[in-house]
């Protein structure tokens, strides 16, 4: 008798019943529906409940109000600044995204603790400190500001003071989301991908784009999120200008302020379903990311 046969004769057997066993810890069924109904109440209390509120308030004064709200020429003019805002703020950061996690993912050079660190700083920096960081530098009477007078460039309370605002705040989302995955993925086939003769380019196309396509998108969406909704930077910077330098979050709370409570929850509507579809596109995101891609 071998010694690979003594070992199956002494190994377990794990029976059908001890694999079906209950947990060593039970909880009492009044414990386990507490807490059920305890985190089910929370929810609808600090996030159901407000929701359902805006779009009530919305709609209670008639669907003709309602369009008249958000078609009135500041509002749409206020919805043309959030786009325009957004289609910079977002591609900056994808390319600064893609560049930073590549660096950091790929290379060891001094000074790239600090650029991780850096990134993080919008998390850690009210929102507040950036829009006055950004007047420090780019104001009439800020460090450039006598370069900006004498070229005649104008940033802050303008739309360019604006999307410096924004991409300032949503700088992270790109690159957190890129890092962690380029980072377990390594550099091998990337490595083998030069080596069988593949040019930088066919090799980002082919292989490290596939492999972060996901995480990607996802960041990108969470950016896109956060670019539509900013507000405190861009209160800061932008000057509160009708027509001209109000965002959506800044033309709601003008509304707010002026006692124009309908208006300003139909306003505020469309930011709420546009929060609601980005919930389902991080959903339906995640559980694509969750499934086991196939490559071609």
Known sequence: MNASTIAMDVAPVVTETQRKAPPLIREPQWVKWLLITLGLGWFAALLLLPLVTVFIQALSPGLAFFWQAISEPDALSALGLTALVTLFAVPLNLLFGLAAAWAIARFRFPGRQLLVTLIDLPFSVSPVIAGLM?????????????????????????????????????????????????????????????????????????????????????????????????????????????????????????????????????????LALFGIFTLLGETLLARLRGQPTHSH
Not at 159 to 181: H, M
């Open 134 to 270: 950004l007047v420090l530098l780019f104001g009439s009477h800020g460090w450039f500001g006598d370069w900006l007078s004498v070229h005649d460039i104008k940033i802050i309370f303008a739309t360019p003071g604006i999307i410096l605002a924004t991409t300032f705040i949503t700088v992270p989302f790109v690159v957190r989301e890129l890092l962690p995955q380029m980072e377990a993925r390594g550099p091998e086939e990337e490595e083998a991908a030069i080596m069988l003769g593949a040019s930088g380019l066919q090799m980002f196309w082919r292989v490290t784009l596939p492999g972060i396509r996901w995480s990607l998108m996802y960041g990108v969406l969470l950016c896109t999120a956060r670019a539509v909704g900013e507000f405190g930077a861009v209160s800061v910077v932008s000057g509160h200008i009708r027509g001209q330098t109000n965002t959506l979050p800044l033309h709601i709370e003008i509304l707010y302020n002026e006692y124009q409570t309908g208006a300003a929850f139909a306003v505020a509507s469309l």
